[in-house]
């Protein structure tokens, strides 16, 4: 999950701190987005495994197990080899309708309201980018030890 602290010492830097801490949180978010997801050993931390979790919840239906996609949605391990996580939100968040090959239409409906999807959207890209990147195979991925993964540590810390 991304979380940022930004610290600011003194009002005279403060306009170069806040600079400083936008390019940081940039840096950051464009490497969350990048790579949101820790396998150590096989194992995965706890925001990819409860996106795994929270896919088959929801998403599995249309776009298959593993996200492998079906006759009717298509592969999201394929999509999100190209699909940036700003429009993987808009989509989920939004829907959309597009034609397929065959003059099909597909349509993706809006995600919006459910909090199953919503409160665990980056959750969701994680597992679907680890899958993207082969970087988690098929099936349920094992854990990390909660002691050993900081995503477990940062969500516990949270609450």
Same mark, same amino acid.
């Given at each position: 999950m991304r979380l940022? $602290?930004?610290?600011?010492?003194g009002l005279g830097g403060a306009?170069?701190?806040l600079s400083l801490s936008a390019l940081t949180a940039n840096a950051q978010e464009s490497d969350w987005e990048e790579k949101p997801y820790i396998i150590e050993d096989g194992k995965v931390d706890y925001g990819t495994y409860n996106g795994y979790r929270r896919y088959?919840? $929801? &998403?599995?239906? &249309?776009?298959?197990?593993?996200?492998l996609g079906s006759s009717f949605a298509p592969s999201l391990k394929d999509s999100l080899k190209t699909m940036s996580y700003t429009d993987f939100l808009e989509v989920v968040t939004n829907g959309r309708q597009a034609k397929r090959s065959g003059n099909q239409d597909s349509v993706m409906p809006s995600f919006a309201e459910n909090g199953d999807v919503m409160l665990y959207i980056d959750h969701i890209y994680a597992y679907l980018k680890a899958r993207s990147d082969d970087a988690v195979g098929r099936g349920r991925p094992e854990r990390l030890p909660p002691e050993e993964d900081v995503v477990f540590q940062e969500w516990k810390e949270s609450q």
């Amino acid at each position: 999950m991304r979380l940022w $602290t930004m610290a600011v010492a003194g009002l005279g830097g403060a306009a170069l701190a806040l600079s400083l801490s936008a390019l940081t949180a940039n840096a950051q978010e464009s490497d969350w987005e990048e790579k949101p997801y820790i396998i150590e050993d096989g194992k995965v931390d706890y925001g990819t495994y409860n996106g795994y979790r929270r896919y088959h919840n $929801t &998403c599995h239906v &249309c776009h298959g197990p593993d996200a492998l996609g079906s006759s009717f949605a298509p592969s999201l391990k394929d999509s999100l080899k190209t699909m940036s996580y700003t429009d993987f939100l808009e989509v989920v968040t939004n829907g959309r309708q597009a034609k397929r090959s065959g003059n099909q239409d597909s349509v993706m409906p809006s995600f919006a309201e459910n909090g199953d999807v919503m409160l665990y959207i980056d959750h969701i890209y994680a597992y679907l980018k680890a899958r993207s990147d082969d970087a988690v195979g098929r099936g349920r991925p094992e854990r990390l030890p909660p002691e050993e993964d900081v995503v477990f540590q940062e969500w516990k810390e949270s609450q």
